[in-house]
């Protein structure tokens, strides 16, 4: 809680690529992390692509993934407002909008070349649809 907060949930660099030479941390420390990590992003997909992003080192954490999982952590006490409401019909009388968002990141992961989109729909002030794929 006394950490210094950011505004991103992750870094542009690739985690894989610092990792290489790093010391390995706890397994089971860095796997509760990512738990309470994933079910948070229940309400909080803004930091599914973080959460996701380190899910893929708990077999072999390192230092690097650790720092990682931290900087989601701080980006989470930063936005601590954040998150899906659903407002009541009061609160939504004369917003009948449906908005979408969406983004890609092509061929961002170095080691498979993969991409990264995602979308979000939104019905009023209420996110009604979300997804987030590689």
């Not at 690097?64 to 601590?80: D, F, S």
């Not at 991409?115 to 002030?125: N, R």
Request: aromatic share 10%; hydrophobic share 35%; net charge positive.
């Amino acid at each position: 809680m006394d950490c210094n907060s950011v505004s991103t949930s992750t870094e542009a660099w690739n985690i894989a690529d610092l990792a290489e030479e790093d010391k390995q941390v706890d397994k089971i420390l860095f796997r509760q992390m990512i738990g309470s990590l994933r079910y948070i992003c229940n309400t909080r997909p803004d930091i599914a692509y973080g959460v996701v992003l380190v899910s893929r080192f708990m077999e072999v954490p390192k230092q690097t993934h650790l720092i990682a999982v931290k900087r989601v952590m701080r980006y989470l006490k930063g936005t601590i407002g954040f998150g899906i409401t659903f407002p009541t019909k009061q609160n939504n009388k004369n917003n009948k909008k449906l908005v979408g968002f969406s983004d890609a990141v092509w061929c961002g992961n170095k080691m498979d070349r993969k991409s990264t989109s995602g979308y979000l729909f939104s019905f009023g002030d209420a996110p009604i649809s979300w997804c987030s794929k590689k």
